[in-house]
């Protein structure tokens, strides 16, 4: 059985992609204003799903992470660290965000 690795690209990609959507709605929450009721409601519960999604992406870089300290392969150790440094960076801010909703 043939073990399946998920490239170095896709979790740069999925930390981009984290990155586009905060920025958009710290643009959308500092500068827009929110409309109406509805909108709040639609922002928190998409922010909501963000946010959960970038814990399951830290949380599983973490696992990855000590699984390449057992395994002593120390310099994808220091790469996947890196990942997950920046991922606990999105996590304080997309989290301050969806804080920010929550009150309004």
Do not use: C
């Amino acid at each position: 059985m043939k073990k399946t690795r998920i490239k170095w690209w896709v979790h740069i990609l999925l930390i981009f992609i984290f990155i586009l959507v905060s920025l958009y709605y710290y643009y959308k929450v500092f500068f827009s204003g929110i409309p109406s009721e509805s909108y709040d409601l639609m922002t928190h519960r998409f922010i909501t799903v963000i946010v959960a999604l970038i814990i399951i992406h830290f949380l599983w870089l973490l696992f990855v992470l000590i699984r390449l300290l057992y395994n002593r392969q120390f310099i994808n150790a220091v790469l996947v660290l890196m990942f997950v440094i920046l991922n606990a960076i999105l996590i304080k801010v997309v989290g301050f965000l969806w804080a920010l909703t929550m009150g309004m």
